[in-house]
């Protein structure tokens, strides 16, 4: 009797011993440490006209192979999801990616990179506010203000503008482009820069006639676009 009880505990140990190789490993498995790809960098966005640039720096890690966008905006809760390919001679080196046919609202940009095998990095976000004709319309009467004519030491024709006040920092005003006629009716035009208030027009321009000008602001010192206010003619 002694010697079946013995026989029948070797049994039990024997079949014990048939479990699965990796048995013992699975919880170990289950719950190993994940394999993030490196981490993208710097993402910003910068505002534009109905448009936006999604600035990034990739990762030295060579296995990125590309890179997901999801995209969602004030407006609604749907969302785009864009993959961009990245070459091997992109890894380590900053990228920017175009979003054109935007609304005039605030967008949010979240970024990941994608090993070929599907495993991403961690998540990074980033938000701006879309230009548009709102913004627009409001740049549309902010025009310089014209002053008077005058001749320079030299003797040529001036446009004389107020001077704009301006901060240390950034102003959105980007300058104005003096339209004018030439003595042969040919259409010529000068830039006036922001802290300039001073056009001195070339010998050769009309006797007697007009000029126009036109202004360009942008809204923050990272919009990519100019917007332009209507149009100013002056006689003389």
Do not use: W
């Amino acid at each position: 009797m002694k010697r079946k009880i013995i026989y029948i505990c070797a049994l039990i140990v024997g079949l014990a011993a048939c479990k699965k190789e990796d048995h013992y490993y699975k919880a170990y498995l289950e719950n190993a440490e994940r394999y993030y790809p490196g981490a993208l960098d710097s993402l910003a966005i910068y505002p534009g006209n109905g448009r936006a640039q999604v600035h990034m720096r990739l990762s030295t890690d060579p296995k990125i192979k590309r890179v997901r966008l999801v995209v969602t905006n004030d407006l609604n809760a749907l969302r785009d999801t864009l993959y961009y390919n990245i070459a091997a001679s992109e890894i380590g080196k900053e990228k920017n990616i175009f979003l054109d046919k935007l609304k005039e609202t605030r967008y949010t940009v979240s970024a990941r990179g994608f090993s070929a095998e599907g495993d991403s990095s961690k998540a990074m976000t980033a938000t701006t506010s879309v230009e548009g004709e709102r913004y627009g319309a409001t740049v549309l009467s902010l025009n310089r203000v014209f002053n008077n004519f005058t001749t320079s030491p030299g003797g040529r024709k001036q446009a004389i503008f107020f001077v704009e006040t301006v901060g240390s920092g950034f102003t959105p005003l980007q300058g104005t482009r003096v339209y004018f006629d030439r003595s042969d009716n040919k259409r010529d035009s000068l830039f006036l820069a922001p802290l300039d208030f001073a056009v001195e027009f070339p010998v050769d321009i009309q006797p007697k006639g007009s000029i126009s000008f036109v202004s360009y602001y942008k809204k923050t010192m990272f919009s990519l676009d100019n917007f332009q206010t209507n149009e100013k003619v002056i006689s003389y």
